[in-house]
């Protein structure tokens, strides 16, 4: 991993997580897993006020429902992914920014072919709201808590006007305030932008 210490963005205190940090968790209603990326949570079995987690969809299943979550999901690989919302299918997209709904509402997932997986940003809606988006460029956001995680290729972070991370493939910074992003050529990252309510 090539990165400057967190120290160097003083008392924002940034992180950034390896790959290998990522853990693979049971979809809540049993019918998938997901990797999750980055949460809030303390330590593995403490509840989160947030998460980003990638998820596979092999096929057609009913999302796990959860009360007082906003979500936001974005297409990561694969031909496609619809999610049907009150007997309308919407497709899920590939780039910019997320579909957004309601943890509470019952959706299906139905995937186009095999190798579909989506990235997906949860927020407990007393506590945070925020965006969910995909670039393969140079993208710049605020928050306060802004999650970038690099999916094909590094991705170079500017915090506060200053270069001092260089993200590696699969892994994930956690910082706040003005972020910029850097995507290498060929390579995406998701964008988590969150703001305290």
């Not at 809030?40 to 990638?54: E, F, Q």
């Not at 619809?82 to 997320?98: E, F, H, N």
């Not at 590094?154 to 910074?173: K, N, Q």
Request: hydrophobic share 45%; with cysteine.
């Amino acid at each position: 991993m090539n990165t400057t210490h967190a120290e160097s963005f003083d008392d924002h205190a940034p992180r950034v997580l390896a790959a290998s940090h990522a853990r693979r968790v049971a979809w809540k209603n049993g019918l998938g897993t997901t990797l999750e990326i980055a949460t809030d949570a303390t330590h593995v079995d403490a509840p989160w006020l947030w998460r980003l987690a990638i998820a596979d969809v092999p096929k057609t299943a009913a999302f796990s429902q959860y009360l007082r979550i906003d979500r936001a999901i974005l297409l990561l690989d694969g031909a496609g992914l619809a999610l049907i919302r009150d007997g309308v299918s919407m497709r899920v997209p590939d780039r910019g920014r997320a579909l957004e709904f309601a943890g509470e509402e019952e959706c299906i997932g139905v995937p186009t072919g095999v190798g579909v997986r989506d990235i997906n940003l949860m927020m407990q809606r007393d506590h945070w709201r925020g965006s969910l988006e995909l670039i393969a460029a140079t993208h710049e956001t605020r928050g306060d808590c802004v999650v970038v995680h690099a999916i094909d290729k590094a991705a170079s972070i500017t915090m506060h006007g200053r270069t001092a991370i260089t993200l590696a493939r699969g892994e994930t910074f956690i910082g706040a305030g003005v972020v910029r992003i850097e995507c290498q050529v060929h390579g995406r990252a998701a964008i988590a932008s969150l703001i305290r309510k």
